[in-house]
């Protein structure tokens, strides 16, 4: 099992960025694709998840209505745009896949992807 997260930089606050997971070589004992991040000296956070069965989507309270997680099958990719950034949301964001539907259980993980949000 294989997730590279990318898509990360330095932005402005307000500001819109979208991260890619590309999975590959992963078996089928997985139940969802999810996006976490953790910030220094903070626990990690998990921010959406999206389900492989239904593509049925979660969101932690701090991003709904900001971030929307989506999935290209066809590519093996699963997307996180974000709008209408903050800076507390400046984190190392990695991308997972995990063995329940609503993401609480990791079975892989990528290497993470910076997002810094900053005047």
């Known amino acids: 099992v294989q997730l590279q997260a990318s898509g990360g930089g330095l932005v402005q606050p307000g500001a819109s960025l979208r991260l890619s997971c590309v999975y590959s070589?992963?078996?089928?004992?997985?139940?969802?694709i999810g996006w976490f991040r953790q910030a220094p000296g903070l626990e990690r956070e998990r921010v959406s998840c999206?389900?492989?069965?239904?593509?049925?989507?979660r969101y932690a309270d701090s991003v709904k209505g900001r971030f929307t997680i989506s999935r290209d099958a066809a590519k093996n990719t699963v997307y996180l745009q974000m709008n209408g950034l903050k800076s507390e949301d400046t984190a190392v964001y990695f991308c997972?896949?995990?063995?329940?539907?609503?993401?609480?259980?990791?079975?892989?993980r990528g290497q993470g992807t910076q997002v810094t949000v900053s005047s």
């Open positions: 999206i389900s492989k069965g239904d593509d049925k989507t």
């Open positions: 997972a896949a995990t063995i329940d539907s609503q993401c609480r259980v990791l079975r892989a």
């Open positions: 070589e992963i078996s089928m004992d997985y139940n969802a």
